[in-house]
């Protein structure tokens, strides 16, 4: 079972770390601008064993804050044993943050972050292919305060986002497509309720189905659901089992395969990455 | 007659004894109070350990530690019950809240003081989902016989970004909306956040306080729970007139 799009908030994690071994001051200060939404895509979970194997490069995109550039996102690969330079893809003064991202066999980097300014927040996106890096551009959904993007592309290399937008009161869930010259219209996922839809993740079952799921309040406390793309409709799933696996995709999940480990060198930030399947940490310079 | 004058005297002294006395013991001068302080990172404080009935173990400094020799003041046996979750949302709060109050260590309780949503604000939760999970909250914590207490969020010059003004101001009116008492952190606190977490407090950043700005939330809390009746008040007024 493929997994893409996997989050990890690891700022709460890292402040910690610092304010009990804090005498790196330059780290302090870098890992306090960062938001470190990290998000790994292309991990191969093997569903009995349980074990963890890379498939292709794993992709890394973050929102850091830079000197002089405020903060913006950023992107790197795992490839050949070792972190490349991080590539700046925003070049907003506006707050970007929540970056997302996905790839096919077709050698393309899909890219999707959020942008806020005070007219609201917009999904932009930017992809990757032999050209170089797209310049980004924004996602007309016509709807207000367009967050928590998620995107997997499936097996025919067509990229899926899911976000939260609020039409009414609360966030609720939308979803698009590419269609090849553009963005489809948001659908909303769900009927339309009276409660906040959050959270929304995106994966690829062994079939090569899109998984779609989110956190909703029901009968007093939020529950994962959880539906699969079958038959060009959402069926929604119901194997508990399979909704077990699916809330590790959810964002901000505590147990996710990648963990941050230590942060060294007082001169220049360096995150490692430690991978749960004890595969050891590796370090990322991120300037 | 000089000895009659100090015998009325002394007998008009005994009987204001006697009647004072009574007073004081048949009014509500002493009172113990249970409070669950409920919240993330904000109200779980430093280097606190073990989750028992008591909630987090005292720790080096959380408010609950300082509000609890507040309500100690007012009765030796008040408890101030730790339980705070660092890094905490209100949603994922909505479903802890559960399991403390069907807790068998927290059967009989005064008040649960709510405090949350600044871990939402920074993984850019639109506010109106913390308005919607503290609502939640308080009708959760009415539900048990118990009487919540909300608070404003508290400031965060880390991440500046926050809309916590938004997010506090949708914390106000539904404190008015619902009649809950609201401790008003943010207001109360956010002229001084500089000195409150300035030298940084064991998070080592801005958004927690050090053990002054604790202390200071404490306060807040204090002076925003309400006191239990008391039946003479122009007793306790003249008692606490310094």
Redesign the interface.
């Known amino acids: 079972m493929r997994y893409c799009g996997l989050n990890i908030?690891l700022?709460?994690f890292f402040?910690?770390i610092?304010?009990r071994h804090?005498s790196f001051l330059f780290c302090?200060i870098v890992l306090?601008c960062l938001i470190l939404n990290l998000l790994l895509s292309q991990v191969l979970h093997a569903q009995k064993a349980e074990s963890i194997k890379q498939e292709q490069d794993t992709k890394l995109v973050w929102s850091a804050k830079n000197y002089g550039q405020g903060e913006q996102i950023y992107y790197s690969s795992f490839t050949k044993n070792k972190w490349t330079t991080p590539v700046q893809l925003s070049h907003s003064a506006d707050?970007v943050?929540?970056p997302a991202s996905s790839s096919g066999t077709d050698g393309k980097v899909w890219v999707v972050w959020?942008r806020?300014d005070k007219n609201g927040?917009f999904i932009q996106f930017t992809v990757y292919s032999a050209s170089g890096w797209l310049q980004p551009r924004q996602i007309n959904t016509g709807i207000d305060?367009n967050?928590?993007v998620a995107i997997i592309v499936d097996h025919d290399n067509t990229p899926w986002i899911a976000w939260?937008a609020?039409d009414d009161?609360?966030?609720e869930i939308f979803w698009s497509r590419w269609n090849g010259q553009g963005w489809d219209l948001p659908v909303r996922a769900h009927d339309k309720n009276k409660?906040?839809d959050?959270q929304p993740a995106l994966a690829l079952d062994e079939s090569g189905n899109i998984n779609l799921s989110w956190?909703t309040?029901l009968d007093?406390?939020?529950v994962i659901v959880s539906q699969v793309w079958k038959g060009q409709q959402w069926q929604t799933v119901s194997n508990e089992s399979e909704k077990i696996i699916r809330k590790k995709l959810i964002?901000?999940y505590k147990g996710s395969f990648l963990v941050p480990d230590f942060v060294e060198d007082s001169r220049k930030a360096s995150l490692f990455i430690k991978r749960t399947d004890g595969a050891g940490s590796l370090p990322l310079s991120l300037f | 007659m000089q000895s009659m004058k100090i015998y009325k005297i002394t007998l008009t002294i005994c009987v204001l004894s006697i009647f004072l006395g009574g007073i004081l013991l048949f009014s509500d001068v002493g009172f113990s109070q249970t409070i669950i302080a409920f919240g993330d990172s904000l109200t779980e404080g430093c280097e606190v350990s073990i989750l028992g009935c008591d909630g987090w173990d005292d720790g080096d400094y959380n408010y609950p530690v300082y509000l609890e020799t507040f309500v100690n003041a007012n009765g030796p046996d008040s408890t101030v019950k730790n339980f705070g979750k660092g890094g905490e949302t209100t949603s994922e709060g909505v479903n802890r809240l559960d399991t403390v109050l069907n807790s068998s260590c927290n059967l009989k309780v005064d008040y649960v003081l709510l405090l949350q949503g600044t871990n939402d604000l920074f993984h850019h939760e639109d506010p109106s989902v913390i308005r919607f999970n503290l609502g939640v909250m308080i009708d959760k914590v009415r539900a048990k016989g118990i009487e919540p207490v909300l608070a404003t969020i508290t400031p965060d010059w880390d991440n500046t970004w926050k809309e916590l003004d938004k997010a506090n101001e949708y914390i106000r009116s539904l404190a008015s909306e619902k009649g809950v008492v609201l401790a008003d952190q943010y207001n109360a606190l956010a002229p001084y956040w500089y000195w409150y977490t300035n030298p940084r407090g064991c998070y080592g950043d801005q958004l927690h306080p050090n053990s002054k700005g604790f202390y200071a939330m404490a306060v807040v809390w204090f002076e925003a729970i309400p006191k239990p009746p008391v039946s003479f008040p122009w007793l306790m007024l003249l008692l606490d007139t310094p």
């Open positions: 908030l700022s709460s402040h910690k610092y304010s804090g302090t306090m707050l943050f929540q959020s806020q927040s305060n967050k928590a939260t609020i009161i609360y966030p409660v906040p959050i956190q309040y007093g406390k939020y964002r901000g």
